[in-house]
C-alpha cells in the first residue's frame, strides 16, 4: 500500500482548495480497477445504476453506511447524494423547507455564506441573522443571532473556504428553527453533532472525494410535507429520498464520483474515523498558523485563532505584496508544491489540508515557508 509519506512517480504535494488531492493509494486502487472491476471485464464507470444490488448500487450503500458510522447519523435523517454541488442545495434548502414567504436567516460570513444567501433571495425574503465581526475575521456568537419571526431556517457555513473562518463546534440550537449548514469545505475533518441541524450538506470535491455530487443529510420529519410544488424534481429531497431500491436513485446519479468517494470515507474509518481525523487535521493547522504566526509579520493571516479554518489557511505575505506572493507561488511549484495560490477574485496565498493532503506535504510547506522567510524577509 503506498503511504502517506511517499510520493509515488511525480505525485506532487497538491494543496488545491477543491477539486483537492485524494489520497495516492486510492486513486491506485481505482485506476487498476478501472478497466476491469472485480473480473466483470467492464469498469463500475461503464456500469448501470440499475442494476438491483449490483456494483453501482453497492458502492452507494456502502458510502451511505460509512458516512452514517463516520457521523453517528441516526435513522431519523435521510442521507442522500445529489447533482449539482452545494449551489444546487442552496436553492434546494428554500425549496424544500420554506413557504414562499416564509423568511430565511441567514449568517454572513464570507463569501459561501452570501453566495448561500443570494440564491436563497430568489425564492423566498431573506435576513442575516448575524455578520462576521473585525472586518470579517471573527465569528458572531449564535447568543446575537437576531432570527426572523416564523423562519423556516437559519443557514450558515460551517467553513469559509476563501476567507478561513470556521466553526470548529456546532453551534447552539435555534429554538425551534432548524439549523442547516454548509459543510462543503470541513465535513469529515471532525465529529459533527448531526442532531442539532435540521439539515447539513457538502459538495464532494474536498474531503470526501472528487467533484460531481452533494451529499445531504437531512431530518426526515422536515422532509415528510414535500418540496414545494414547482420543485424540479432533481431537488426534491423527499422525491430523492425514496427508498426503493435505494435512496438517490431518482436520476442517474455521478455514479464513479460516488464510488470513489465510498473508498475514501471507508478509509478514513480505517484510520481512526473522525476523532482521529480531527486530531490530525488541529495539528497540521496548528503547525501552519505557528510558522505564521512566528515570521514577525513577514507572513500574516488575520483571523481570531479559536475560529481560523483548520481546511483552509489564507495568507499574505508582507500584508500583501502581490509580486513577492507570485514569487512564493512560482518557487514552491519548482519544488513541487502546488495550487498554494489564493481564490483569484481576492489574491493573496491559501494552503488547503484535506484529508488528502499526506502529512509529508505538510512538512514540505512548513520548510518552504521557513526558507522562502529567511531568502526574502
Ligand atoms: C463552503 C463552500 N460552499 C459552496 C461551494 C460551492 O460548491 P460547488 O461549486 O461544488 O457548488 C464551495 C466551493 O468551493 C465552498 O467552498
Redesign the pocket.
Known amino acids: 500500500m503506498v503511504t502517506d509519506d511517499a510520493r509515488p512517480g511525480r505525485r506532487s504535494f497538491n494543496f488545491s ?2 477539486p483537492s488531492a485524494l489520497p495516492t493509494d486510492i486513486l491506485a486502487r481505482v485506476q487498476r480497477e478501472l478497466l476491469d472491476w472485480r473480473g466483470t471485464g467492464m469498469g463500475i464507470l461503464e456500469m448501470s445504476h440499475r442494476d438491483a444490488g449490483g456494483p453501482v448500487q453497492e458502492a452507494m450503500a456502502r458510502a451511505e453506511a460509512s458516512l452514517r458510522r463516520l457521523l453517528a447519523i441516526t435513522d431519523d435523517y435521510a442521507v442522500l447524494f445529489v447533482h ?7 436553492a434546494a434548502l428554500p425549496l424544500n423547507l420554506a413557504a414562499p414567504d416564509q423568511p430565511l436567516g441567514y449568517v454572513d460570513t464570507g463569501f ?1 455564506s452570501r ?2 444567501r443570494d440564491e436563497g433571495a430568489r425564492f423566498a425574503p431573506t435576513a442575516i441573522v448575524a455578520s462576521a465581526e473585525n472586518g470579517g475575521a471573527r465569528l458572531p456568537a449564535a447568543s446575537g443571532w437576531t432570527v426572523p419571526r416564523g423562519a423556516a431556517y437559519v443557514h450558515l ?6 476567507q478561513g473562518l470556521e466553526y470548529l463546534s456546532d453551534p447552539d440550537p435555534t429554538g425551534d428553527v432548524p439549523l442547516v449548514a ?4 470541513t465535513l469529515l475533518s471532525r465529529p459533527i453533532d448531526v442532531a442539532r441541524y435540521g439539515a447539513l450538506y457538502a ?4 474531503n470526501l472525494g472528487p ?1 460531481g455530487f ?1 451529499v445531504v443529510v437531512v431530518k426526515r420529519s422536515l422532509i415528510a410535507r414535500g418540496a414545494r410544488p414547482q420543485t424540479p424534481s432533481i431537488l426534491d429531497w423527499s422525491k430523492l429520498a425514496e427508498p426503493a431500491p435505494i435512496a438517490s436513485l431518482y436520476s442517474t446519479p455521478a455514479t464513479f464520483a460516488i464510488y470513489v468517494s465510498s473508498l475514501v470515507l471507508e478509509d478514513l474509518e480505517a484510520r481512526g474515523g473522525l476523532v482521529a481525523a480531527e486530531r490530525r487535521s488541529s495539528e497540521r493547522a496548528a503547525r501552519v498558523y505557528a510558522r505564521i504566526d512566528a515570521s514577525s509579520g513577514f507572513y500574516t493571516n488575520a483571523v481570531h485563532p479559536p475560529h481560523r479554518s483548520r481546511m483552509n489557511v489564507p495568507f499574505r505575505i508582507r500584508g500583501g505584496d502581490s509580486a513577492l506572493e507570485a514569487r512564493f507561488v512560482r518557487e514552491a511549484e519548482a519544488l513541487g508544491l502546488h495550487q498554494l495560490f489564493g481564490h483569484p477574485r481576492f489574491g493573496g496565498l491559501r494552503a488547503s489540508l484535506y484529508h488528502g493532503v499526506p502529512d509529508a506535504a505538510v512538512d514540505a510547506l512548513d520548510a518552504f515557508l521557513v526558507d522562502f522567510g529567511r531568502r526574502t524577509g
Open positions: 482548495a477543491g449539482g454541488g452545494a449551489h444546487g442545495q442552496f459561501w453566495r448561500a457555513c460551517a467553513n469559509e473556504t476563501i454548509d459543510f462543503t469545505s459538495s464532494s470535491g474536498k467533484a452533494a
